[in-house]
């Protein structure tokens, strides 16, 4: 098998997991369990808390002691040994401490994933600037699988979601001791200070006005990706309720239906599989970032990360006023915007850090940036939508709930970021900085895919 094919499975299985479960966990604890908002919130806290140490802690674990690919494996072994308890647990308290240590286990596996594959690359003699992304976005495929395979399955609110994403963690913590050796590259080397190992230096960066207000946008547009990862699927499960779902037998009974009644036989297959039209977005997701090169030598760095606040703005909005009948059209709109939504953020900011900061704390500074969108953004967006959903639209059944100003709300809150991103953020736009932006390598996301 290749090199390329081996890496190639390894990205593909690594976001299987996260696949498995991320977008359709809302479904599983509103639908099924019936746990309150506010508790839910808490849960997609824990990526936020796991991603704040312990991908460094890890790191170092890899440099100085541990093989990457034998602590990869071992990682996702004891994650998938956790995801497989989890249907056990009922009690939504119980079920954030469970769900954090899984975090604890998978958060660092997604930059293990990063250094594996260099060192694999490098040693054999590719580039992988030119080599790494073709490999790297079987990860959005195995993610966008992932989400096919439970919605088909009709697990999305069934406990069997954790069974498939524990079996492919299991899966890829056993293929990943077959993997090429990526020994410690720091072993016996004097021990730094914890200042230096966990990349602290780069937060000496926030005493510049421009980046402090960078960093800070960084981090409240890492809390609107956790809104519409923790709320999209059960959204979409509460407004399917008065769909009703269709039973396809067979391709030409499918494609029979879609000839006679179009709009029924779409809103029936969206209210039956709900995941798969979430998906919709990952797969925007890889075709966007083939037009960023274009939008940053038209516009700059700093206009496109105003577009891609825009579009949390038209996500958030298409899906107040979308529905799976008349207005499934907004909902699948929203999923291709949020293409640009992510990507256009996510990839442009890496590169405004890229090219202002220094070479000596540039990675430090990535993982800063990294921090404030998956850690503390994650956090605050995961904590303050749960008490602000709980308090303010449920309804008193304590499970209903008034999704058309939960989305509302978040619309504007995306509007109030992009406006004060305009006021605020003094950068100006050259045309060298673009071309240096074209000459790095962006840094690869923590995301859903």
């Not at 769909?243 to 209210?271: M, R």
């Not at 008349?326 to 939504?341: K, N, Q, R």
Request: proline share 4%; charged share 10%.
């Amino acid at each position: 098998m290749s090199t390329k094919l081996r890496l190639t499975i390894l990205s593909f299985l690594q976001f299987f997991i996260w696949g498995s479960w991320l977008i359709t966990i809302g479904a599983y604890w509103f639908q099924t369990k019936e746990w309150s908002g506010a508790q839910f919130g808490a849960i997609f806290s824990t990526m936020g808390i796991a991603s704040i140490f312990m991908p460094s802690l890890m790191g170092i674990v890899a440099d100085k002691w541990v093989n990457a690919e034998k602590l990869y494996g071992l990682l996702h072994i004891l994650g998938g040994a956790v995801l497989l308890t989890i249907p056990l647990v009922d009690d939504p308290g119980m079920f954030f401490w469970v769900i954090l240590l899984n975090m604890i286990f998978y958060m660092p596996t997604l930059a293990l994933s990063i250094a594996v594959s260099y060192s694999v690359l490098k040693r054999e003699g590719f580039d992988v600037v030119k080599d790494y992304p073709p490999i790297r976005v079987w990860g959005t495929v195995g993610f966008v699988v992932a989400m096919w395979t439970v919605s088909l399955l009709g697990f999305e609110t069934s406990a069997n979601q954790f069974y498939v994403a524990a079996a492919a963690a299991i899966l890829l913590g056993l293929y990943s001791f077959t993997l090429p050796k990526c020994p410690p590259t720091a072993a016996g080397t004097p021990s730094r200070s914890l200042v230096d190992v966990l990349g602290l230096k780069s937060f000496a960066l926030l005493r510049d006005t421009k980046m402090l207000t960078f960093f800070l946008f960084a981090m409240l547009l890492g809390a609107a990706l956790q809104l519409t990862n923790a709320y999209g699927d059960t959204f979409l499960h509460d407004v399917s309720e008065s769909v009703k779902p269709i039973n396809i037998e067979s391709w030409s009974q499918l494609l029979s239906q879609l000839a006679s009644q179009p709009l029924d036989t779409l809103s029936g297959l969206a209210a039956k599989y709900p995941a798969i039209i979430m998906s919709i977005s990952q797969i925007s997701e890889t075709l966007f970032i083939l037009a960023i090169p274009f939008f940053l030598r038209r516009f700059g760095i700093k206009q496109v990360m105003f577009f891609s606040m825009v579009a949390w703005v038209l996500r958030f909005g298409l899906f107040a006023f979308g529905n799976l009948e008349s207005g499934l059209w907004m909902i699948i709109l929203s999923c291709i915007v949020y293409g640009m939504a992510f990507d256009f953020f996510n990839i442009s900011g890496s590169l405004f850090v890229e090219t202002q900061t220094a070479p000596s704390i540039r990675a430090s500074a990535q993982g800063l940036f990294m921090m404030m969108t998956n850690g503390f953004g994650a956090v605050l967006g995961s904590l303050v939508s749960g008490v602000v959903i709980e308090q303010y639209f449920t309804l008193s059944d304590g499970v209903t709930k008034d999704w058309h100003g939960i989305w509302l709300a978040f619309a504007g809150y995306a509007l109030a970021i992009a406006v004060l991103f305009v006021i605020l953020f003094k950068h100006k736009h050259t045309p060298q900085e673009v071309q240096n932006a074209e000459h790095t390598e962006p840094v690869p996301s923590v995301e859903q895919a």
